[in-house]
């Protein structure tokens, strides 16, 4: 059964878009339409004749629509086989008259949570009728085609013009492939409310949905491929940004840019982060975004080459003037004013994303990372540190302006792939060491770094030298914290909870360091 000729139709759905040209499409065929409510009434509106459910099934909406569509006139007729001989003869016995297209879009259930609606204005928004009829005409898919978006609508209209209103088999499997995962995405979203609702932390099934914005030339690497899925609780990001210009976003590309985005959403001052494969290489507050670019830049100007650049405050023409010295990947930030899209429009290839708001550094939400066979999922990693809950441990506090400096490179830290080391001085990073296996290295890194940083800009000594160090997890001897001291540091944040802390703050008393544990850890993997 290849080719089925569509002589009945049901539609239904709240999202009106292209309904009326899909309409003038069945009309041309000559289709039957069947529909309910304010489908119905716009249908007619359009001039096009409409067979209403209840008069069709015989029996009248009741429970407040709650119950329209659930009948076996209807169900009986998007799930009888044509083919099988006891199926026809129960359709004549009974009346039951097939139904070859089924067209519905369901409630706007996530759309109502996401606008904070009560739990019975939420409840009322979830769709019986809808998933069911859509269940049922995705299994009889050998005869009935199913569509729950109006993207498949051209689809959908190009094969009955082509078929003289009838049609494919492989279209109706791609349909309905398309449609169970609709309704798949649509009960994991009720589902994930409903645990909210009941403060139910790790239900006993995980349900993830996500919708396809995109399929990537490739992955990681080319020899893999990949696409692009946003899902989960709305956050302003890289996957609500509007891309301005540039060609299209890359795996690696998406992924950097929602790690640059996310640490510069740390700081509520004008602030500008640079990163390049997964870790920050230059980040820094200032007294505007040209000022935190440039201090930025200067912590790695070599790896911030190819880069990304996220802002916490709109692109303006003079930042864009900067940045457009260097060649990057990517900008994100809030916004762009019109000096900054006249200037990154030299740049073609350069993307520009603005995401109309910053994210929530304290939102909760969910991390999830694939293991073979299974998944790793923890809350996003939210926790924030304020000066008051600082316990100093050494002899010698901390000066004001060396906490901030500490409070600043610990939120960086938090962002930088353990093991992590981050110098900072002046509200901005001299120096980072990520990813190592040994904290030491990180710690060893980190001086290098702001080493090259200063004799880059012909400075005479390490930019290390006056600076403030955050680590993200303890000191499990005080061989990192001595790397350290040698770079020049004054003041040292870390969480402590080492066996060895006693051994580490003696080392640090005898540097005239001054210390402060946290009590939390920013391990990032």
């Not at 009935?144 to 499997?173: F, H, Q, S």
């Not at 396809?212 to 692009?228: D, I, K, M, S």
Request: glycine share 10%; aromatic share 6%.
């Amino acid at each position: 059964m290849s080719i089925v000729k569509i002589t009945r139709a049901l539609i239904s759905v709240s999202d009106k878009t292209g309904l009326v040209e899909l309409a003038a499409c069945l009309a041309r065929h000559g289709v039957e339409i069947l529909s309910t409510g304010g489908t119905a009434k716009a249908l007619r509106e359009a001039g096009h004749r409409v067979v209403e459910v209840s008069d069709h099934t015989g029996f009248p909406e009741i429970m407040d629509g709650r119950v329209k569509t659930l009948h076996p006139k209807i169900h009986g007729g998007l799930l009888a086989r044509r083919d099988l001989p006891e199926h026809v003869e129960a359709m004549r016995k009974h009346a039951i008259a097939p139904i070859d297209l089924l067209v519905v879009n369901l409630y706007p259930f996530e759309a109502t949570i996401a606008k904070g609606a009560d739990f019975e204005t939420a409840i009322e928004n979830i769709d019986i009728g809808g998933p069911a009829m859509i269940r049922a005409a995705s299994k009889n898919h050998d005869s009935v085609a199913v569509v729950v978006d109006a993207a498949d609508y051209a689809a959908l209209t190009g094969e009955l013009d082509a078929n003289g209103g009838g049609t494919t088999l492989a279209l109706r499997r791609r349909l309905a492939a398309n449609a169970y995962a609709r309704t798949g995405a649509y009960d994991a979203a009720i589902s994930q409310w409903f645990a909210q609702q009941n403060r139910e932390a790790w239900p006993r099934r995980l349900v993830v949905a996500g919708e396809r914005r995109e399929v990537l030339r490739y992955g990681e690497n080319p020899h893999q491929t990949a696409a692009f899925y946003a899902g989960g609780i709305a956050r302003p990001g890289v996957a609500s940004a509007t891309q301005l210009q540039g060609k299209e976003l890359s795996y690696n590309n998406y992924n950097d840019t929602d790690a640059a985005f996310e640490a510069v959403a740390e700081f509520a001052d004008t602030a500008c982060v640079i990163v390049k494969h997964a870790n920050p290489c230059g980040v820094a507050l200032g007294a505007d975004p040209r000022d935190a670019y440039l201090k930025a830049l200067a912590c790695d100007p070599v790896s911030a080459f190819g880069g990304i650049i996220a802002l916490n405050r709109p692109l303006d023409g003079p930042t864009a003037a900067e940045i457009a010295k260097l060649f990057v990947e990517v900008i994100v930030a809030p916004e762009a004013d019109g000096d900054a899209r006249a200037i990154i429009a030299s740049k073609k290839n350069l993307r520009l994303l603005v995401t109309g708001g910053m994210p929530d550094p304290a939102a909760k939400g969910l991390w999830i990372k694939s293991l073979a066979g299974g998944y790793l999922v923890q809350d996003r990693d939210a926790g924030r540190i304020a000066a008051a809950e600082l316990k100093v441990v050494t002899k010698r506090a901390p000066t004001p302006v060396e906490t901030a400096d500490l409070l600043f490179a610990f939120a960086v830290a938090k962002h930088v792939k353990s093991n992590a080391i981050v110098y900072a001085k002046s509200g901005a990073t001299v120096g980072i060491g990520a990813g190592q296996m040994s904290r030491i290295d990180s710690s060893r890194i980190a001086a290098w770094k702001a080493a090259e940083g200063a004799k880059a800009a012909g400075e005479a000594q390490s930019r290390a030298i006056g600076s403030v160090v955050a680590s993200d997890a303890f000191f499990p001897f005080a061989d990192g914290l001595l790397a350290a001291a040698e770079a020049g540091v004054t003041a040292v944040i870390q969480p402590g909870g080492s066996i060895r802390d006693a051994d580490v703050i003696a080392a640090a008393d005898a540097k005239g360091l001054a210390m402060v544990f946290t009590g939390m850890r920013h391990f990032r993997h």
